[in-house]
Nanobody, 121 residues
Framework: QVQLVESGGGLVQPGGSLRLSCAAS????????MGWYRQAPGKQRELVAA???????NYVDSVKGRFTISRDNAKKTVYLQMNDLKPEDTAVYYC???????????????WGQGTQVTVSS
């Protein structure tokens, strides 16, 4: 079993900052790609940012220069630092991780429960 616990969402004014965290626990041998997705009301879930085990990152164009994804492999945690937030960033943010539970197992995908981010004055 793999559990993901997200934290850090909330209400912030435009131009403000938030930092999301997603901690993985359970039967984990290795964590591969870790990422953040978001889903706004009436819209499809979209990839916001992802980071590989080697530290390679990618971002959706709308957040480049404002958001930074990072990970602490020892803590099995992925972070999303969000600066200069805009009302259009309002959404439920989900973390997604690819986990292998043993050296020979095929990686499986796990999702966090979601955390609400609301950007409003």
């Amino acid at each position: 079993q793999v559990q993901l616990v997200e934290s850090g969402g909330g209400l912030v004014q435009p131009g403000g900052s938030l930092r999301l965290s997603c901690a993985a626990s359970g039967s984990i041998f290795s964590i591969y790609v870790m990422g953040w997705y978001r889903q706004a009301p009436g819209k499809q879930r979209e990839l916001v940012a992802a980071i590989t085990s080697g530290g390679t990152t990618n971002y959706v164009d709308s957040v480049k220069g404002r958001f930074t994804i990072s990970r602490d492999n020892a803590k099995k945690t992925v972070y999303l630092q969000m600066n200069d937030l805009k009302p259009e960033d309002t959404a439920v943010y989900y973390c997604k991780v690819e986990v292998a539970v043993s050296r020979l197992s095929v990686p499986t995908v796990h999702w966090g429960q979601g955390t609400q981010v609301t950007v409003s004055s």
